[in-house]
């Protein structure tokens, strides 16, 4: 299946075999919005794999810090996860540490 919107233009892991999966946890810097923690949740669950873990931090004033630990994911599902958070109202930015 094609995300037109993350500006997939096809999978590379066309039937799932041999495909690498892995570690992956993003870091995501973002506004103190009430609704923050569940527009980055929800972004993340469109993978349909449950996050190993999640955190929210308070970074400094009207500012958070979340951090999602996602196993087992391949690598053009950790890019698709990072595009899909950048484009949130409430993101500033996005790192991807891929184990």
Known sequence: MKDVYAGDD??????????????CRFVVNADADPDALLKIAASVMLSNTLPRSLSLASSMPQKVVVNVEMENITASTAESIRRKLLQLTCTESVELYVD
């Not at 096809?10 to 570690?23: I, S, T, Y």
């Open 10 to 23: 096809g999978l590379a892991e066309k039937d799932g075999r041999n495909v690498q999966r892995q570690v």
